[in-house]
């Protein structure tokens, strides 16, 4: 489908591929360790995946929340499940802490302060051992 944003492009910075789908960086300079797992095929409801996949792909979102906690013991991990605008299941994973621009209210709601730019550039430091944690838990699958 030509038509389709997410089957043209990866959708962000991709950091692991699997046949199914694929875990990419999405460019957020308030949340530079914002991924999200995406269902390479068109799926729109979670429940249209079959219960072996249902259990695969929950257990790739795990594998990237796991390596978020352990690098960066976050407040708090976000996962969201929308896709209102592309026929493409995924989920976002965010490690929330209680000084980004949005806590405690989802990323997608209106900001409520400015993070400290030397800690956002502190968190952004992570981002290239974090793709390497990620990777690693889907190495030891
Ligand atoms: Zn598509």
Redo the contacts with the bound molecule.
């Keep these: 489908?030509s038509d389709?944003e997410?089957?043209r492009e990866p959708g962000g910075l991709v950091v692991h591929r699997a046949a199914e789908w694929r875990v990419v960086r999405v460019a957020d300079p308030d949340f530079p360790a914002f991924y999200r797992l995406i269902w390479n095929a068109?799926v729109a409801e979670f429940s249209d995946l079959d219960r072996a996949a249902r259990q695969r792909c929950m257990e790739a979102v795990a594998a990237v929340e796991g390596a978020l906690r352990e690098a960066l013991a976050p407040a708090k991990i976000n996962l969201a499940s929308l896709g209102n605008v592309?026929?493409?299941l995924h989920w976002h994973v965010i490690p929330r802490y209680a000084d980004d621009a949005h806590f405690p209210a989802p990323v997608w709601a209106q900001a409520q302060r400015t993070t400290d730019e030397a800690v956002l550039q502190a968190r952004r430091a992570l981002v290239p051992q974090l793709a390497e944690a990620i990777a690693r838990r889907f190495a030891a699958r």
């Design positions: 489908m389709c997410l089957c068109h592309v026929p493409h």
